[in-house]
Structure formats: C-alpha cells, structure tokens
C-alpha cells in the first residue's frame, strides 16, 4: 500500500504551510508538494485607499520583514507622485537605505542564529526539543548575546530611521518624514559598547567564520543537500553591483548566461509572468522569455550573489571573492550556500551601515519631493528573502485601484518545492522507518529560504505549517505537528 | 498606558516578540505580556507565567515563556511575569476594534493599572 508524508507546521519558517510526501507501495516517493494553505488579502484590502496610505498598511502583511513592504510600496507611490527612481533627495534616499539594510542585517542575523544555527551547531538529528535558540544559548552564550545584539541593533536602526522599530511611518510618497540627528548617529557609531556599527562588522565578519568552519567539516552535506540548476533573480546596480535599496532586474541561468540584461522594473510584467497552480494558494512567477516550465527562478541571497558582479563595501566583497571561486565564477546552485551568501550579506550590511552613518547628507532638511502625478507606479526592492514587487494604479480621487504584489517567498515557490523533492527522493525514499531527523531535513531545505509564509500568502494571524506522509491510498501514514 | 505615567513602569509595542526581548525582560523586576486573545469567555486573563521551551509556534516569533527562557538562560534572570490576554471578537482585516473589544480593553486596562500601583507599593 502506498504512503503520503505531511510536515505541518514546519517550524522556524513564518506563515503557515504544509508539505505532503506521497510514497507508493514500496515506500517509494512519487510526488511531493509544498503547498501554501493561507489565503491573499491585502491586495483587496488597501483598494480603495487612499495611495499615501499604502506603505503604511501594507508592511503589516508582515512581522519580520515590514520595512521591505513598507520601501517598495513608498518606491511605487514615488512614481505615482511623479518623485520615481533618481528624483528623491539625497537625504530621503540615504534614509531610506539605513532603514532598508538596518532591517537585512536584524533579519539575516535572526535567520541565521535562531532559526539555522541550531540544525547546523546542534545537528538535524538532534532532539527537537533542544535544537532551537534556548539549545544555542546551552552551547555558546557569547554567540546568542551576539544574536541578540545584531538584531537589536538593526531594529534601533529601523527606529531611528522609520519612527517606530515595527511598522514604521518614515518613508512616504515622495521621501521621507524625518531625517537622523547627530545623537542617533553618534549612539551607533560611538555607543555605548558594544552596539556600534564597528561591532556589528567585527561580528558578521565571525558568523561567516563560523559558517565556513561548519562547511570545511561538513562539505558534502552543504555542498549536496538540496543542490539543483536554476535561474537566478535580483536587482542589481546598473554597474552590476549588489545592491539591496534599487536597481534594474537581472536574470541569469544555471550557467550564468543572463535571461533578463537589466532591464527596468516599472517593465516587470512584460518579463515575469506568475503561473497558478490547483494545489496551491502560491502563484509560482516564471521568466516570459523561457517560458512557464524553464522559467523559474530562486530570489534571495544565493540568487543575488550569483547575479550581481560585485559587492560594494570591502569586507564583503573579499568574502564575494572567496565565495564566488567555490564555484569557479559559476552560479552557486547548492541551496545550504544560501547560508553563506546570507551572512556575506549580514557583513555587508554592516559595512554599509557605518558608511551611510558617516554621511553628512543624512542630516540633511530636504526630505520630499513631487513632480507630474500619474495613475500607475511599480516600486521594487531586495527584501532579505529576495526580490518584492509591489505594483499599484490609482484613480483621479487618490484612491488604490489595483494592488498586485509579488513577495520573496512567492518567487521562491518553486525552488522550494524543488528543495523539499530532493529530501524527498534522497532521504526519505524507500527508507523503512521516518525518522523525526528526516523530517526535519525537509524543514532544513524550506528553511534555506527563509520563507515569509505570511507575506506569500497575505494572511493574518495564527499561521502553522505542517508536514504529512500519505500512503497510495491517501491514508495518512506519519503527520508532524509541533 | 504610556499616557498614565507610572513611575517605573515602561512601555514597549511589538508585533511579534523576538530574541531581544528577552534582554529587555531580564531588566525588569516584573513583566506583564498583553496582546488580544482568541477563545476566551471572560473580557481578560491575567495569569502568571514562567519560563518555557523555545519552540516557537510559528518559526520567526517566540511566545511569552520562550522569550523569559531567554532572558533565564541568557542573562540569568527571571522577571515575575503575567499574561494579560484581553478577549477579541473580530479577527478579520479591517479597522480599529470592535465596540465589545474597546470594552474588554479598557476593562483590562484599568485592572493593569491598580495591578502596577500595588506592585510598586
């Protein structure tokens, strides 16, 4: 008799989802499905709103990435206001910037400390009651603190630039509502200790450390777990640099010949296509020019640093260097690199940081402006979790007409769907017995991607995720619920 | 009950609790959780609660006793904690609070502040 595998929740990942696992008679695996069980609202919900509200409304679709929201639907209703990319003032750009890579360096740092360093320090076999960050704080206080402290300090960048550390209200159509006193500048540069933007750097550059030490020890896990070709996708620079704030679409193939040659997003829908699938409440978007079954594409660290040429601050770009010669100057397909990219860009982050501190143009008094309003603008940036679209029209009364937006997780519905297939076929195919560290390694592959369930989906409130083994017959063999 | 003014007490708003603020609960003597609360038949709970495992119900966030398992485990310190769960009525995408849900609030609200007068005394 056949069997069917559901993982539900998956734990450590946001939103709510569910992975099922069919086996046939043999224990076999035949298909596998990570399905989104959620639905979309607030693209329905801001219509109708008047357009200054959307970056307002919009990030609360989020708890941990409300700032990428917040950025791309202001960045859309810059266009609207006629105030698009290259019209902001100095001040309300670099603003803008701090707030954006304050909000990378507390995610990725949270990503990596709470939610992956327990697989990879404490082990995927380990007891689940113990792998988590309590576990971390068993094993190594001063790395905790140090989780901690880099995603307080990213969150105090948010609210020094954003007015609030959650949900804030600084970017609006046309700049920004307040600029970054010398106090706040000098409180993250000079302290007190050790929250400063030096300490910050010290620490990333220790994580990436702590990575490739794993990886030395580790190498065919994190180099073979879940490795498969695929497109790449990001903003980059128009010089080709990384590039989190702004930029023109890329897109490159399993080879690193480029699909998409940096064209303007205000454009995207003539290149990106979303596809809808029965089974899922996730669209799966797809590149036009290769169609709906070669199109897909990863977003999100490992994809941005496949697509980018180099990455602008020089801490991060001499671990780029090192990173990109793993792979000959190749895209990097393996999905547990995604790890490494995202604290080369946790370190980034850091370095631009202090940086933009540093500028004088951030206490700058011009802070909006306006030009020809139009009815239609589209807004992008380089969420942690890659690439958010967020696309508006509005009528002659200020009022939202149309919202579609496509977020991280959604670019990454069928990378992830890959991802959980190759646990499937590699470590739970005809294997006797499921063992909870088998499950978890499905986990282990959605969690690369640091999915944001609750963006995808646009959902509210209690959001779990499950994984379940079904027989041939639909029986449920083995569900696992936390 | 940041317009109160209570001496001693601060105020802090998040959207999802999170590892840092198990530091800013080691730096309290007590600590009182409030959110909105599905299932409940009475306008407010007020419990007690103790450090707990850190599995988060849903990844990113942590709940009320992981967040003091932090601060235990982390920083040594265990703040006498209380839950204010404060009944909802309307969890749907919409505006403001319903008119029963404004009751149970201000209800809640005023039980908070005599609990904080007292325990200053």
């Known amino acids: 008799m056949g069997q069917k595998i559901t993982i539900e929740p998956v734990t450590r990942v946001e939103g709510h989802g569910k992975v099922t696992i069919r086996l046939d008679d043999a224990g076999k695996v035949i298909q596998s499905r990570f399905h989104i069980v959620e639905f979309r609202g607030f693209e329905r919900f801001v219509q109708g709103r008047p357009y200054w509200e959307a970056p307002v409304l919009v990030q609360r679709l989020c708890g941990i990435c409300p700032v990428s929201h917040h950025l791309a639907s202001a960045k859309a209703m810059d266009v609207v206001v006629g105030a698009g990319p290259g019209k902001l003032t100095a001040t309300a750009e670099k603003m803008r910037r701090l707030m954006h890579y304050g909000q990378m360096l507390q995610s990725h740092a949270l990503h990596f400390f709470h939610l992956s360093s327990p697989d990879f320090l404490l082990g995927m076999d380990a007891d689940p009651a113990v792998r988590n960050i309590i576990g971390i704080i068993a094993l190594d206080k001063e790395l905790a603190t140090r989780a901690v402290l880099l995603r307080k300090f990213g969150q105090e960048i948010i609210e020094a630039t954003a007015g609030k550390k959650i949900h804030g209200t600084g970017a609006i159509p046309g700049g920004i509502n307040k600029n970054l006193s010398p106090e706040e500048r000098d409180r993250f540069l000079k302290g007190p200790e050790p929250l400063t933007a030096d300490r910050m750097i010290e620490w990333s550059a220790a994580a990436i450390e702590l990575f490739r030490d794993y990886h030395r020890k580790n190498k065919d896990l994190v180099d073979g777990f879940a490795q498969f070709p695929s497109n790449h996708l990001s903003l980059v620079r128009k010089d080709g640099a990384l590039d989190f704030y702004h930029g023109v679409l890329r897109a490159v193939d399993a080879d690193g010949r480029k699909v998409l040659d940096d064209v303007d997003y205000q454009d995207y829908l003539e290149h990106i296509g979303e596809e809808v699938r029965p089974w899922s409440y996730m669209k799966f978007p797809y590149l036009r020019a290769l169609g709906k079954a070669d199109g897909w594409y990863r977003v999100g660290p490992l994809a941005r640093l496949n697509t980018c040429d180099y990455v602008p601050s020089p801490l991060a770009q001499k671990e780029f260097e090192t990173y ?159 | 009950m940041k317009k109160r003014r209570l001496a001693g007490v601060c105020c802090d708003a998040n959207y999802q609790l999170n590892l840092e603020d198990g530091l800013a609960c080691a730096g309290h003597d007590l600590v009182v959780f409030v959110d909105a609360a599905r299932g409940l038949r009475r306008p407010f709970t007020f419990k007690r609660i103790a450090p707990g495992p850190a599995l988060p119900a849903m990844s990113h966030a942590l709940g009320p006793a992981a967040v003091l398992a932090v601060a235990a485990e982390l920083y040594g310190k265990t703040p006498e904690a209380r839950v204010l769960a404060i009944r909802g009525h309307s969890f749907a995408v919409g505006e403001g609070l319903t008119e029963r849900a404004e009751r149970n609030l201000a209800l809640a609200l005023e039980f908070l502040v005599e609990f904080l007068k007292e325990a200053r005394s």
């Open chain 1, 324 to 482: 990109r010669a793993y792979t000959d100057g190749k895209p990097n397909n393996m999905s547990l690199h995604t790890h490494w990219a995202r604290l080369i860009e946790l370190l980034h982050s850091a370095e631009v940081i202090r940086d933009l501190l540093r500028d004088k143009d951030l206490q700058g008094t011009k802070l909006v402006k306006t030009g020809r309003r139009v009815p239609e603008g589209v807004g992008l940036v380089e969420a942690p979790r890659g690439t958010l679209f967020h696309h508006y029209r509005v009528n002659d009364d200020d009022q939202i007409t149309m919202a579609n937006l496509i977020v991280s997780t959604t670019n990454n519905n069928e990378p992830m769907n890959r991802a959980v297939n190759w646990v499937a076929m590699n470590v739970l195919s005809e294997k006797p017995v499921i063992t909870e560290g088998m499950l978890n390694r499905v986990e282990v592959a959605i969690r690369a991607y640091d999915p944001c369930l609750s963006c995808a989906t646009h959902a509210l409130g209690r959001m779990p995720l499950e994984v379940t083994l079904l027989g041939a017959d639909g029986r449920v063999l083995q569900r696992k619920v936390r």
